[in-house]
Structure formats: structure tokens, C-alpha cells
């Protein structure tokens, strides 16, 4: 008892000191929870007894005087034993507070009392807090009860907002009119609560929570729309949350703008993560596409279907009321680590008229496309890309600009080896090219290629760098390649009875449709080189050579023979095992050189020029000699005339070429720099280094072994970026020679029949640029409060807004960017005006005309033909809960709009995609819906 006296004496004087203090001091104060109170049983999932005011069951033990006294003595043995050891040091009050784990702490700004007799109620007044290892609770006033530990905290009044209960537990807020909560069970009541879970809000008139992890809501409202914005939402009757993830609720009903859906789902759940693992409906588009086999339509209406975490797959639709749609189904599949892939099947359906009509017509399109790529092991993989489709198959159901440009279809299936110590890789292929304009076909494979690695005979162990010899220097390499091929060159391009698949199964159909037997062809070549660096031990000085070796492997060959009934020359495949050789050797000369100059333009200082010559050698033999084999000669008409031919001129790899080769190529590059040097008001330079031109090249060759033409064309390149983010190329070819009245060029110099010193044959420019401007990170905008609409209230369709002018005008700096490309093409023809081409394209155009409004384009213009390439304009408005998107292309022959309007929350998105009829719902408000209830 007289520990007891005690306690309550001191406890007394600082009340007493409390009150003294004043009303607009912070007073503070601490306890130790009882820890001889027994735990309340859990409560049942229900909320039939919510009204009661308390949280403790009728059956708890309470605490006795007995209970007490053990307490306080041996918490004063406690501190008897440290007080007699010498190297204790005193702590200050706060420490000695944070030093006890389960302690209340509890503060108000206003005023504390506290009832000590018997009940031990402590009431906070003014910006009340108390704090415990279960969370923190803050209100306007508190009732704290020590005996029962449990807190209450009342809101004011409605209105007053400031004075709202708040309880954190775990970083997230709990917002409520009356909160009765136990800080030790981590039970709780609450009334008009605002509680919020991932990916949304939960709001509900009763809510009471049974453990930390599950919460009962009664009369519950969930969306992922903010309280004060809460533009569509699911309320239920009752709601469960467990884990503040997932939501079972029972008779509930989908509002969209107050609205209450045409439907009642007796028991539902929205399960965790299901933004990621769904099946649903997609949303659809609505789209509009100016052409009389189109009209309106809705796109992307389909299934998504998720089977597992490696195999998801889905289906959509677009149809259109002229009776046209466009089918396309896709899986995909993944395991990380090993292999993934999808597989596309698209069928369409084009009608111009009605059935009835005679000028009805109905055009099919299909494809066929699979992607895959495996890792096989650390040293070998497989990949493919599959395209087979109908010509017109892009162009007639893609929006996309590149897609609808494509005149060709190519597919690929490579398998990759490569040794694990480097000494050789090994590849397999096989391709597939359409050509869609001329009906062409090509498939090659399969082809392999081997390469062993490259290695040097006489290198020695021990020397290095200028010890080594030249003949150190020497290295070897060699590679082979097998080729299959097939190519189908129909003669009526247009309307061809026979495709290319059926041509390859079938000899007789590919001779008949192309005229030719060369129905598939096999081929393999070998390559050895080996090659020489250094060979004159100089710095100033590269010098190098070089042999290739080339041998062709052909299990045919051609022949050609005059027919005289006919006046033609006829080829004929003859079958037999053959092989050809050629080689070439090579010696090349390099330096390098400076110049300086010492000018100074403006901030410009010194003029740097680095000039890199090169000159080299190369020489192969006249293989069509007739002591190498390889040709052949042909009459060509009655009256005797004659031609060589090569044997192997059909074969894949051709074979050794015509005419000998002793041929000189020269050519020089150039690099322009200088010095930017800037001086401050203090007098302190700065100097950068500046690339004037990063490149302009000019080269030639000239074969000594040609009885005419003997220079080859002459090429000039130009690349630079002396302004900082504008990228500038250019190139030119030009000929020495002239040509005569068929254009062919004729052994004589350009100069000696005009006053041309060169003849231009092609020129190209290119300008490249990105632009950024803008102030980086996004505005924020206070979005108003939700309005319901009310058809009695004609102020909703005020043309000002009555929120005018209450706040200011917000500072808004939009982002904006764009690449430009600019390219010029001139390509000379003869006796004809010139080819042109010049087109400028804006690309990737992105900027915001509002803080939530965004506008995107693609756009280009084709300055030859005077019009507006193929483009693409897109507006994008954010919204609080939904996305708002609106495309067209208003140019050209492909017109359309399309419009889209979808909810931006995962999980609601998810959830509404499983509600026939809601996807992109266009609906206007009405005040038959229930307002979701407000603080």
C-alpha cells in the first residue's frame, strides 16, 4: 500500500502541475500497459452488435488491486537493483519513454485531464495524439482508457473537417467520424470510415476490424477513384478485406457517374494482383474509317484469356456495319530463362456492297505469324520469326503507317553454336521473301555456315610488339557456306494460277508457271584468307597484304546451245558434280597526317586538319581464259555470232569472274576541327574541342588490266555535326566518262565532249534533329470536387463555370518534342529529266496543350509531289479515374477516327472488363444514382 499511496500521489501533483501550466501549453504524458490483463477472445464476422460503445468481452478478467501491487513492487526491485550500480547514467525523460516497447504516449495541444480513480480515463482536448507500437490515432479530442486500452475519438461536427479522427497504422490512413479502437487487440469500430487499400478506397457508414489483417464493412463503398472523385464505384451491403488486398462483398451493385448499373451480383470478390492474372473482356474502340466497305465499327472487341503464369492468349473482332470484320487471335507463351514466343492467326472479311447487289464483291485476307526464341544451353540457341500472309493483308486492316507501307513479307528460322573455348561458331538458317508488287519469291535454306577462329602459324610464344617479325604477323582464317535456294519468278505476275508453295512441291507446276527448270539449287562455297599487317616496321607507315581463295562446289552446272528452229539461245541444266576456283591477292598503303593553322575567327582558335590517304593493290587472273575451264562460247544468231558465258552463271554462288583484274584503289578522308575558347568577366578561359566536318571522303579505282572505262565511279561523302543536336550527311557519285545516243558509256572523258569536268549520277542529303523544349516534371492541377448531376439544377449547364476565378491561374509550361528528317535524293537518267525525291518527316511529335491534355502526331510532306505524306494525329486527356483517347488521320486515302474511353485503375479495370456492355460506355448522368456518402 504504501508503493500504491505513492503512485497516486505523484500522478495527482502532475495533474495539478498540468493545469497550472495553461490551456495553450503541449501537454504529454505516458503509461505501461497492464500486462496482467487477459486478451478478449476474437470477435465473430459480424457486425450486428457495432453500435456497442466498447470493445472488451463481458467475460474479460479485470484488474484487481492484488494484481497491482505485484506490479509496482516489482518494478521498484527493478530499479533498487540499478540505483546501486555506479555506472548507471541517468536518461532523460524522452529516452526513458522511447525505452519501454509496449508504452501509450499520448499528447494534446489544448488540455489533458486525467481520472484517476478506479476507471483511469484520460481525456485530450485540442489536436489530441496517442501513439502506440499498434499506430497512431489523432483527433480534435480523444478519450483514452487505460483500464480497457482502447481509444475513442469523435469528430466535432460534419463540417468541422479539422477535427476528423485519424488512425495510421502500417503508412496508411484511416480517416472516420468515430473511432473506438484497442491499441493492444488492434480491434476496432468505426463509423463513416474512409479506409485506404492498394489500388483504391473503401469507404463504409459502419467498418469494424477484427484483427490487423481482416476489416467487416457495412453499407460499403469501393472504388479506385479518390473520395472526393469517386466517378464509378461497386456498394455493397456488406464487404470483408483481408490483407488490405482483397475484397469479398455481398448484394452489391456497379455505379458509373451515380448511376446504379441494370444489374445485382448477390456475392463477388476482387482478388489481389489482378491487374496481372485476368481473363475478361477487352475494351473495344469505337472507330469510324471514311470507305464504303468500313463505315462504323468497334475494334478490339474480344477475350483475354490468362491460362497460366507461362500461357495467356486472347481473341478480337472489329466489325463494322457495312457487314466487313477483321478477326485476330494470339498466344503467347513464356518461361523466363528458357524460351518464349507468341503465335498470330488473322482472318478478314472485306464487303463492298450488299449481298444483293450486282456489283457485290467479297475480299479475303489471312495470315500467319510465330515468333520464338530459345535458349537451347550457354552456347547455342533458336529463334524464329514467321510471316506468311496475303498481299494486301496490312493494308487493308493495319492502322498502323509502317505497316500499311510494307510491300514485302520476310520470315527467318536460325539456329546459333558457338564453341565454348571460341575455336569455331556454326549457324543454320533458313529465309522467306515476298515480294507483293511483282509476285516474286525467294527461300533460301537451309544454309549453313562454319567459321573457324582465326590464328596465327608462325606466331612465337615469347616476342611481342616491334620484336615480333613480319611473318609473326601472319594469320589464317577460313569459313564455309552451304546454301539451298529456290526462287519463283512467275510470267504473269498478276494473275498467277500458281503460287509459289505449290511451284516448290511440284517441278512440272514451277516450270510451267516460270518457264524455267532451275527448279531448286544447292551450292557451297569455301573461303580461306590469310592476311599480313605491319610488314614494314614503321609508325609513320601501315602496310599490308592479303590472299582470298575462293572454291565453289555446284552438283550442276549450265550449258547453252543455239536453236536454229527458234533463233534462240536455249539453257540447259546439265546434272553432274563440279567445282571451280579463284583467288585474288591484295597490298594496301596507309598514313596519316596533320595540318595546323593558327587563324582565329571570332571565338574560333586554330584550324586542325587530319588527312588519312590510302592506296592499294589488288590483282586476279582473266578466269575466263579457256585453261581454267569455267567458260564456254554459244552462237547467238544465224550468221555465226558468238558469246562466252560462264557455266556457272545460274548457280547461287556464281562463280570465277571475267577478265583480269590488276586494279588500283585510292581514296583520301578528311577531318576538320578546331577550338572554341570563351573568357568570363574574370578573366578565366574555357576551350572546348569542335569537330567542324567528322568526315568527307572522296574515292576511285582505276584497272590497269581494262582495254577501256578504266576508272570506276568516284564517290564523295560528307558527314558532320558542327550544330549541336542537328546531325548533317551528304554523298555523290560521278562518272569520268561520256555516253553516246543510247546512253551506254563510250571510252571517252567527260571533259572532251562538254564542258563537264564530271558527270553527276547521283546526289542524296540527309538533316536529322531532335527538339526538346519544355520544363521537365509534370504540373499539378487541383481537379474540382465531383458534381452529380441534378436535372433540376439548370446552373450545370452554366456556360461559366461557377468555380470561376476561385483560384488563380496555375503556372503551365508544356513539354514539347519533335524530330524532324530531312532527305534529298537526285538520280540522274538519261535523255530523261532527272529523278527527285524530297521529303521532310515530323516524327514522334509530343506535347500537352492543357496539364492534362496531350497531343502526339507523326506528319510528313513530299515537297516533288506537292502533298501530305501518310499521318497520324492522336489527343489524349487524363482524367482522375479514366483515359480518354481520340485518333484520326484526316489525310489521304486512308481516313478514320477512332474513339476510346477506358478506366485507368487496374483492378476496377479488370473487374469491369468481366460486365457485359460496360466496355467504353458512353452514358449520361441521371439522379437516379446513390450518392456515395461524404465526410
Known sequence: MPGTLSTYVSLLFAAALILTCGIHSTAQAQTVPDSLQIIPPAVTDTLSNAAADTLREENSATDTDAQRRALIEQQQQSQGRNSGDPRQIPQSRQTDRQSVQDAVNFQARDSLTINLRGERIANLFGSGNVRHTSGELSSGNITLDLNMNQVEARAVSPEDTLSYPVLKQGGKDLRSTRILFNYETEKGKFEVAEIEVDDGYLIGTQVK??????????????????????????????????????????????????????????????????????????????????????????????????????????????????????????????????????????????????????????????????????????????????????????????????????????????????????????????????????????????????????????????????????????????????????????????????????????????????????????????????????????????????????????????????????????????????????????LSFSTTFYGISQMKIGSFEGLRHTVRPNVSFSYSPDFSEERWGFFREVQTDTLGNTRTYSIFEDEIFRGPSAGEQQTMTFGVSNIFETKRVRRDSTGEVKSANLRLIDNLSVSSSYNFAADSLNFSRVNVSLSSRVVEGIRFSAGANYSFYARNENGTEINRFIWQESNKILQPLSYNLSVSTNIRRGRAGRTRVTTPAYRPYDPFDQSFFNPIDSRFNYEPVQDFTSTFQMGLDFSYRWTYQFGQDARKSAVLNANNIRFNLTPKWSFSTRIGYDFIEGELTPSQFSLRRTMVCWDLSFQFNPFGEFQYYSFRLSLSGGQMQSLFQKLPGLNNLERSSAPGGRRPPRF
Open 209 to 586: 476490424n477484427v484483427s490487423r489483417t481482416e476489416v467487416f464493412v457495412e453499407d460499403g463503398i469501393y472504388s479506385t477513384c479518390p473520395p472526393d472523385h469517386m466517378y464509378y464505384y461497386i456498394r455493397a451491403n456488406r464487404m470483408k478485406v483481408v490483407d488490405e488486398e482483397e475484397i469479398f462483398f455481398t448484394n452489391a451493385r456497379l455505379y458509373l457517374l451515380d448511376i446504379p448499373y441494370p444489374l445485382v451480383f448477390p456475392f463477388g470478390y476482387v482478388p489481389a494482383g489482378i491487374d496481372r492474372r485476368r481473363s475478361g473482356l477487352l475494351e473495344p474502340t469505337y472507330l469510324f474509317q471514311n470507305s464504303s466497305a468500313r463505315g462504323l465499327g468497334l475494334q478490339n472487341l474480344g477475350w483475354f484469356q490468362y491460362f497460366n503464369d507461362y500461357l495467356t492468349g486472347q481473341a478480337t473482332v472489329d466489325v463494322f456495319t457495312s457487314g466487313t470484320f477483321f478477326s485476330e487471335s494470339r498466344l503467347q507463351y513464356r518461361r523466363t530463362g528458357s524460351f518464349n514466343g507468341n503465335i498470330t492467326l488473322g482472318y478478314s472479311s472485306e464487303r463492298g456492297l450488299e449481298p444483293t447487289d450486282l456489283a457485290f464483291s467479297e475480299t479475303i485476307t489471312r495470315r500467319i505469324a510465330i515468333t520464338h526464341d530459345q535458349q537451347l544451353n550457354p552456347f547455342s540457341n533458336l529463334s524464329a520469326n514467321i510471316n506468311l500472309r496475303s498481299a494486301d493483308y496490312f493494308r487493308r486492316n493495319s492502322f498502323d503507317i509502317d505497316d500499311r507501307a510494307e510491300t514485302s513479307s520476310t520470315s527467318r528460322i536460325s539456329y546459333r553454336y558457338s564453341h565454348p573455348e571460341g575455336a569455331f561458331n556454326f549457324s543454320a538458317s533458313s529465309n522467306l521473301n515476298q515480294q507483293f508488287s511483282t509476285n516474286v519469291t525467294r527461300l533460301t535454306g537451309p544454309e549453313t555456315t562454319f567459321s573457324m577462329r582465326q590464328f596465327s602459324p608462325f606466331k612465337s610464344s615469347t616476342a611481342t610488339g616491334a620484336d615480333e617479325r613480319w611473318y609473326e604477323r601472319i594469320s589464317v582464317n577460313y569459313r564455309n557456306n552451304f546454301r539451298s535456294q529456290y526462287n519463283f519468278t512467275p510470267l504473269d505476275r498478276d494473275s498467277a494460277d500458281v503460287n509459289w508453295f505449290q511451284a516448290l512441291l511440284n517441278p512440272s507446276l514451277h516450270r510451267e508457271a516460270t518457264g524455267s527448270d532451275r527448279h531448286i539449287q544447292l551450292g557451297l562455297i569455301h573461303r580461306g584468307d590469310v592476311s599480313v599487317s605491319q610488314i614494314i616496321p614503321s609508325q609513320f607507315l601501315n602496310v599490308s597484304g592479303g590472299f582470298n581463295m575462293n572454291e565453289y562446289w555446284y552438283p550442276s552446272s549450265t550449258r547453252k546451245r543455239f536453236n536454229e528452229e527458234t533463233n534462240r539461245v536455249e539453257n540447259v541444266q546439265e546434272p553432274g558434280f563440279v567445282t571451280a576456283r579463284d583467288f585474288s591477292t591484295s
